[in-house]
């Protein structure tokens, strides 16, 4: 029986593009990815394959608006094709939010905030030729952006330099927890631009895609997590990388306006999370019917405390899909601070709801359910990962809500 969509197209009354895109990352990942991610999951290696099969389904190319050859998708349709994905494979799902970043950002994003005309003309050229490498030649764009400080979090300028020359920039610096280490055609890059005689400042972060053969860029380190294995999200090092100035992905400043004034952009890590909250939902309905292939056909239904757990289980993910649905569909140039205040609300549930339903699923579903020849213990492992994703890790999530709900900008009690 095939898997019937997350959001159905009518109940949740989403557009005949969002109904496709979501359906075409459902077939795919039912009928490629999920037979795969156990090997990937287990020796920890990048999903190259399910990238080429997204490749020529057109979904590395989902943001890129139609005149440019892709898909034409926004946000909400990204969101919800991606939550389809993390269904089958969570680390393709999380990988491919890196990657699909790199156009929804420098697109719709971009599009929305404002920039001198000289800026939005480079603009304008620069992603025509993130694109055509997207959509011609399948080239993958990652976003390594922790360094294991401050910055990733919002709070500082990135130790990433790059230094003014001829024709572009000079990177150096270090970038960990990188994932498509090794695997992407471009790093998207937020490194801090270096002015002499300057401090420097969050508003001169720069967002450069590094190519992956550069001289200088090396991928070092081992990759060996509990979770999200297949993302391979080894350390970077960028010795004196010599960078064109065409490579910008943003004119300069313009990441540091997207962060101000579009801050749903940090809730795209939370689709691939969605998924496996109704995948672990899905198995845990299955399992208990004795209708999981390669166990046997022992049904344990009737048991009232599986009834109980099942109803749990669906009033959190019910709950979480509710939320995260409103929260995507208001992600907004501007948005208000309720809409704010929701959105990491929203991030926190989601990631932590996840990680609660696949507890239950193992706790119900008993002993056989973990064993790793089947995936509830592959979609536990990837859920503990979702709160640790910054710049919105559930604990941050938590930290502004409190702080914001209760200081209005610029408010102290000094
Ligand atoms: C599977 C996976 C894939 C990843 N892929 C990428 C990627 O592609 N690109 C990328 O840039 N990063 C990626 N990350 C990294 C991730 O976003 C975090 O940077 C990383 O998990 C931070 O680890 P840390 O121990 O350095 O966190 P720390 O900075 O030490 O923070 C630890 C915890 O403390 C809290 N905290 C941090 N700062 C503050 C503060 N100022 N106030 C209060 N609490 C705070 C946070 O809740 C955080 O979870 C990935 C992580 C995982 C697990």
């Known amino acids: 029986m095939d898997d019937v969509p997350i959001f159905d197209p009518e109940a949740w009354r989403l557009t005949d593009l969002e109904a496709e895109l979501s359906a075409r990352a459902r077939k795919l990942g039912a009928e490629k990815f999920a037979g795969r991610a156990e090997a990937w999951d287990r020796d920890a290696t990048f999903p190259t394959e399910n990238y080429k099969d997204m490749h020529e389904a057109g979904l590395l190319a989902i943001c890129i608006p139609k005149e440019h050859g892709g898909e034409g998708g926004n946000f909400r349709g990204y969101a919800l094709a991606a939550a389809e994905i993390g269904r089958y494979c969570g680390a393709t799902a999380l990988t491919w939010n890196m990657h699909v970043c790199s156009t929804l950002w420098t697109g719709a994003l971009a599009d929305d905030l404002e ?225 704010v205040l929701r959105a990491y609300a929203t991030n926190h549930l989601v990631m932590e709801t996840a990680n609660e339903i696949c507890r239950l699923a193992i706790r119900t579903c008993g002993g056989q359910s973990m064993l790793k020849s089947l995936p509830l213990e592959r979609l536990y492992r990837d859920s503990r990962c979702g709160s640790l994703m910054l710049p919105w890790t559930a604990e941050l999530c938590l930290d502004r809500i409190g702080r914001e709900a209760l200081y209005e900008p610029g408010e102290s009690d000094d």
């Open 115 to 339: 920039m001198s005309d000289a800026d939005r003309k480079r603009h304008t050229e620069g992603r025509a030729m993130h694109y055509r490498r997207i959509v011609e030649d399948g080239a993958l764009y990652s976003q390594p952006f922790s360094e294991g400080g401050a910055a990733a979090a919002g709070f500082k300028p990135f130790s990433t330099e790059a230094r003014s020359t001829d024709g572009g920039y000079i990177v150096s610096g270090k970038k960990i927890f990188a994932s498509l280490a090794g695997h992407a055609d471009y790093y998207g890059v937020l490194c801090t631009h270096i002015k002499e005689g300057q401090k420097p400042s969050q508003r001169d972060t720069l967002y450069l895609a590094v190519p992956a053969k550069a001289n200088g860029v090396k991928v070092v380190g081992d990759w060996d997590p509990l979770g999200m294995r297949g993302t391979v999200s080894r350390t970077l090092i960028f010795e004196d990388v010599f960078v064109e100035a065409a490579e910008e992905l943003m004119p300069q400043g313009v990441y540091f306006k997207a962060a101000s004034y579009w801050p749903h952009m940090f809730l795209t890590l939370s689709p691939s999370y969605m998924g496996i909250a109704q995948a672990a939902y899905d198995f845990t309905v299955q399992y208990l019917r004795g209708e999981v292939p390669g166990t046997p056909p022992v049904k344990r239904r009737m048991y009232p405390t599986k009834q109980i757990a099942v109803a749990e289980m669906r009033v959190k993910l019910e709950s979480i899909k509710a939320l995260w649905f409103q929260a995507i569909s208001e992600a907004r140039y501007k948005p208000s601070k309720d809409q």
